[in-house]
């Protein structure tokens, strides 16, 4: 019989931050910062308890209007490239980007 005085699997403290700013009138910069501590989970194998280490992520982004109904943005993600485990056996990529089209109807 396994005892806990917490439970596994629950969401862990975190701190995020976030930054909006327009130097042009149709270019919007963005970044955001996000930190949490390791969520606690139970071993598989051995039932053991374990907890997941911390993460951080900072990401960076950019999104030009080219008229009233066209816009481009570009989103760079996890630029320390740290390697966490929000969810056991649930790596986050690497550094990445992300970018695209808005077409407003």
């Known amino acids: 019989?396994?005892?806990r005085s917490r439970p596994w699997h629950t969401l862990p403290p975190e701190i995020s931050g976030s930054v909006?700013?327009?130097?042009?009138?149709?270019?919007?910069?963005?970044?955001?910062i996000w930190t949490f501590s390791g969520g606690r989970y139970l071993s598989r194998i051995n039932k053991e308890d374990?907890?997941?280490?911390?993460?951080?992520?900072?990401?960076?982004?950019?999104?030009y209007s080219f008229g009233k109904k066209v816009s481009g943005w570009?989103?760079?993600n996890n630029?320390?490239?740290n390697k966490y485990q929000r969810?056991?056996?649930?790596?986050?990529y690497g550094?990445?980007?992300?970018?695209?089209?808005?077409?407003?109807?």
């Open 20 to 32: 909006r700013w327009n130097p042009i009138k149709k270019l919007t910069l963005t970044s955001d």
């Open 79 to 81: 630029l320390f490239n």
């Open 50 to 63: 374990y907890k997941l280490g911390s993460g951080l992520d900072l990401s960076l982004g950019a999104e």
């Open 95 to 105: 550094i990445n980007f992300l970018g695209g089209v808005l077409i407003h109807f």
């Open 87 to 92: 969810w056991r056996d649930f790596p986050v």
């Open 74 to 76: 570009l989103n760079v």
């Open 1 to 3: 019989m396994l005892f």
